[in-house]
């Protein structure tokens, strides 16, 4: 996840803000020498947050290698030590507040993987919100027809129709103890975030948390599998799918009446039914008439896909369709965004393919469907142009059609599903569509975050170097900070979602959805609209930010992740294509 959190390390780089007040050289001239190690100091002070190098222009002074000297036992020494300190804590935060930023553009696509356009000859895509994009009310359609199907087909409470979507309740990429009945935010290191661990809509304490896992750390074996599913043992099931919000929300809420009215109940089951419930809406085509009866109300960015695909189809490229939907909903949806001649744009559609089994298993054979959605019997020896396919597999696909490796580009909404067997088995490139970016990035551009942010750097620098001293007075001090620093961690989770934060950070570490997300992603980006601003020949570069034992000793170049307002800059809107 360097893409997003690299705005910020160049914000605070640009900021030069102890250079230009030289605070800290003022304080080392004050105190008393000690053996204190450089390395050590210029280590530390690299070490900070996205890429080690957001204070480098302390490095840059010559007394501050040692600056660091023991302060005085005595009390008199003490006090005027904490006195510099506090002195150089007021400079510091002085200049975070007036720093003026760049912001982060986000119809950008950032890259987790060089690749360039000019290499790809075919591009894939998913519908669901990849081509067909829905507005929020899918979500509350979902959460009550699934809340339904539990009271009237599974003896629910008759209660739980007082329960309603919540759309800000929950966010992407959460895992669900199954056995527990807890939903939380996990790391990329497997630790739980503290303070996003709900049991229905409320809470579970610190504490709680803390004596039912033995700490905060989930171990390997009872994570959720290679797919986030809850299987062979594995108690966490992980929520890696948009059209998974309303199950995780339907989750939480029959958890919170079942609490209210001190109803005993096995979590197992819960979880089960709730999942049925949501497949059933989905298998049933429940979902499915209901969008088809008022397509307007809930398919959004029509026009915007349409473009995309009209691009590519000019420059001659390859196109093709492999979804889960069946037919006759995506040609619904396909036929209000595209028109009725939609099928011109693909080479190949493949409906109901029932991914991510597509990808591995050998045994599906493909099976043509009518237009009127008539199964067809005969054996597939070619997949043809505006021809409509059902199920098959992968290794069929790429026999029949030849198309392998890195020439092949698939877009998906699902790291999982769509993305990871492809880039893992096959050496497709992949590209992510995350629609929460431009809430995310949003929230990002605001003066609030980026100022608390700027200031949360900051003080832990200052920890960071001040720890090292034993005295008293200096301790003292230090441990202020602390607090402070440990009293914004929540301001850092609420700004994005009060419940669970960030999709993509913890308070500082990246979240499980960013750890598989930077590894089974090439691009990623808001919208497939996003493409519409590059050109066909354009490359995507990674930008190399230092590794926590790297110095930064390359030149600060602009990052495709950043879009810089700035009209002379190579990442303007109007040059974003010649980068």
């Not at 599906?364 to 505006?386: A, E």
Request: proline share 5%.
């Amino acid at each position: 996840m360097a893409p997003l959190c690299r705005s910020l390390s160049s914000l605070v780089k640009r900021t030069e803000c102890l250079r230009r007040v030289g605070v800290f050289r003022s304080f080392q001239q004050d105190l008393p020498e000690h053996p204190f190690r450089s390395g050590w100091w210029k280590r530390n002070f690299r070490a900070v947050y996205c890429g080690g190098a957001a204070f480098q222009p302390l490095l840059q002074q010559p007394e501050a290698k040692t600056c660091a000297a023991s302060v005085s036992s005595s009390s008199s020494e003490g006090r005027d030590a904490a006195e510099k300190l506090w002195s150089v804590y007021n400079e510091t935060k002085k200049q975070t507040e007036v720093i003026s930023t760049s912001s982060v553009d986000p119809d950008i696509i950032f890259a987790n993987n060089e690749m360039s356009l000019r290499d790809i000859e075919i591009y894939g895509f998913d519908y669901d919100y990849t081509l067909a994009f829905y507005s929020s009310q899918l979500h509350t359609l979902i959460f009550d027809i699934a809340r339904d199907i539990l009271i009237n087909n599974h003896r629910y409470p008759e209660g739980l129709r007082k329960y309603e979507y919540i759309p800000n309740f929950a966010v992407r990429g959460l895992h669900y103890d199954v056995q527990k009945g807890l939903l939380m935010k996990i790391d990329a290191f497997h630790y739980i975030q503290l303070g996003t661990v709900y049991r229905g809509l409320h809470p579970v304490p610190d504490e709680e948390v803390i004596a039912m896992y033995e700490g905060s750390h989930v171990p390997l074996e009872i994570m959720s599998d290679f797919y986030g599913k809850s299987t062979h043992g594995h108690t966490m099931k992980q929520f890696m799918d948009i059209f998974s919000l309303p199950e995780m929300t339907l989750l939480s809420c029959v958890n919170d009446f079942f609490m209210r009215h001190n109803i005993d109940y096995e979590p197992v089951h819960l979880y089960k039914d709730v999942k049925e419930a949501i497949r059933d809406v989905h298998v049933k085509g429940i979902m499915y008439r209901a969008v088809e009866a008022d397509i307007e109300k809930y398919i959004c960015y029509g026009e915007q896909s349409h473009a995309v695909l009209k691009k590519l189809s000019a420059h001659g490229k390859k196109m093709f369709l492999i979804t889960n939907s069946p037919f006759e909903f995506v040609d619904h949806g396909m036929r209000y965004i595209v028109g009725k001649d939609w099928r011109d744009l693909f080479d190949v559609v493949i409906v109901q393919a029932d991914k991510p089994s597509f990808f591995n298993d050998r045994r599906k054979p493909f099976r043509r469907v009518t237009d009127k959605g008539v199964l067809l019997w005969d054996r597939i020896h070619r997949l043809d142009k505006g021809q409509i396919y059902k199920q098959g597999n992968l290794y069929e696909f790429l026999r029949l059609t030849g198309w392998r490796g890195s020439k092949v580009l698939y877009f998906g909404d699902h790291i999982y599903s769509d993305l990871a067997d492809l880039t893992l088995k096959h050496g497709w490139r992949t590209g992510a569509i995350i629609p929460e970016l431009r809430k995310e990035i949003k929230i990002m551009n605001t003066p609030e975050y980026v100022h608390m942010m700027t200031w949360l750097q900051a003080l832990t620098v200052l920890i960071e170097q001040m720890q090292a001293h034993r005295d008293p007075a200096t301790q003292a001090v230090v441990e202020e900070w602390i607090k402070e620093r440990e009293a914004m961690k929540p301001q850092t989770k609420d700004i994005f979602n009060a419940q669970f934060g960030s999709l993509f950070r913890t308070y500082h570490n990246p979240t499980y959805f960013s750890r598989r997300l930077s590894r089974f992603a090439d691009i990623y980006m808001a919208s497939i609209s996003c493409m519409l601003n590059y050109d066909l020949q354009h490359t995507f570069f990674p930008r190399r930010t230092p590794l926590q034992h790297e110095a930064p000793f390359w030149p600060e170049q602009n990052s495709s992740g950043l879009g810089l307002s700035s009209p002379s800059s190579p990442l303007a809107p109007q040059d974003r294509s010649t980068v």
